[in-house]
């Protein structure tokens, strides 16, 4: 078969193609329709993470952001881990700077400090202490579907996330603490509130300050108490291990339990209500002295007495090795030997 060949338009072909995609029924482009927020109503949370060299160790650093959906105004609050204190403390750190709640509802993923099961749909079963902390201060939770296709419905602290990244984060920050970290990041949010958002005609400080006027007031009872109650043993060596990093303790304490109160910054101890040991949280793993501890001791009650003797089992003695043994792993073992007996005197 011989085929001719004709010159034809593009707009033909376009207007062709469209045509028989009509009629074959394949799916059209999706039309996507702005999203419009009204003032103080919804806000948006999400964490990010980013490189910092912190007292001379680069480390990664996670960032939680909580960002009003109308006036584009942000929150965000440097952490050394996504655990459920940096979360909550996160939402009151932001809440405490904002001056209110967000009237109606705060959408987030499906973050493990929040959700422990995600359900057919929007359903979602809540953790205890984030069902608390939303009780404590009067706002819904609303959870997006799984899958980057439903990234839009919270696309506002999506691109923050990035955006405040490249813009106050690069070149790598370099901070002895965190405490310093987050508050070049809180000099930066100060910042950001003379920026345009695209398509607006007022900066973020303009709609802010109308939307901030309108915030649910913050409880008359207090910020929410964002930290974990533990029961922690003492070790031979007078230390506690809480989340693999290890604070020391008064040495009396070696063998008991001690009450634990670990919030996202820092550690207490305490034994029949009193304070016994304060510490700054660890931002390593698995280490025993880390160079960024600051320890600060209670004033004993009474007479505190002698320092106890170690615990037998903290620093067992040298074993004789037995006469019998005639060989070690990986070696084949070899003849009996006589065990010649020693000289009377």
């Known amino acids: 078969m011989r085929f001719k060949h004709a010159q034809v338009a593009e707009s033909s072909v376009r207007a062709l193609v469209a045509q028989l995609r009509y009629e074959i029924g394949v799916k059209q482009g999706e039309v996507a329709v702005p999203q419009t927020h009204p003032p103080a109503e919804e806000a948006e949370v999400d964490f990010g993470e980013f490189t910092a060299r912190i007292a001379g160790v680069v480390m990664k650093v996670w960032m939680f952001v909580l960002r009003l959906s109308h006036s584009g105004k942000a929150v965000h609050v440097a952490y050394a881990n996504q655990s459920q204190e940096s979360f909550l403390d996160g939402h009151v750190q932001a809440f405490a700077r904002l001056g209110g709640v967000p009237t109606r509802k705060i959408s987030y993923d499906n973050l493990k400090p929040a959700v422990t099961r995600v359900a057919l749909g929007r359903e979602r079963l809540e953790n205890p ?3 608390a902390m939303r ?31 490249r813009r106050h984060l690069v070149p790598m920050p370099e901070f002895a603490s965190l405490a310093e970290l987050n508050q070049h990041m809180a000099k930066a949010d100060a910042t950001d509130d003379y920026r345009h958002i695209a398509g607006r005609a007022e900066n973020v400080k303009t709609a802010a300050a109308r939307e901030l006027l309108i915030l649910r ?6 910020p929410f108490d964002v930290a974990a109650q533990l029961s922690c ?8 291990c809480v989340r693999q990093s290890y604070y020391s303790v008064p040495a009396r304490y070696a063998g008991r339990r001690l009450q634990v109160r670990l919030a996202a910054f820092t550690l207490t101890a305490i034994v029949d209500g009193t304070v016994v040991a304060e510490h700054v949280r660890s931002v390593h793993k698995y280490t025993e002295t880390p160079s960024n501890w600051i320890t600060t001791w209670r004033p004993w009650v009474g007479n505190p007495g002698p320092c106890p003797a170690p615990l037998p089992w903290s ?6 090795p037995s006469p019998r043994c005639t060989r070690s792993f990986g070696t084949q073992p070899g003849p009996p030997q006589a065990i010649r007996a020693a000289p009377r005197h």
């Open 315 to 320: 620093r067992p003695g040298p074993r004789a």
């Open 135 to 165: 009780s404590h201060y009067g706002f819904d939770s609303f959870f997006c579907i799984p899958g980057i296709e439903w990234a839009h419905e919270k696309g506002g602290v999506e691109g923050e996330v990035g955006r405040f990244r």
């Open 233 to 240: 043993r003492v070790d031979g060596k007078a230390r506690i």
């Open 217 to 222: 007031p913050l409880p008359e009872a207090g």
């Open 129 to 131: 202490r984030f069902i």
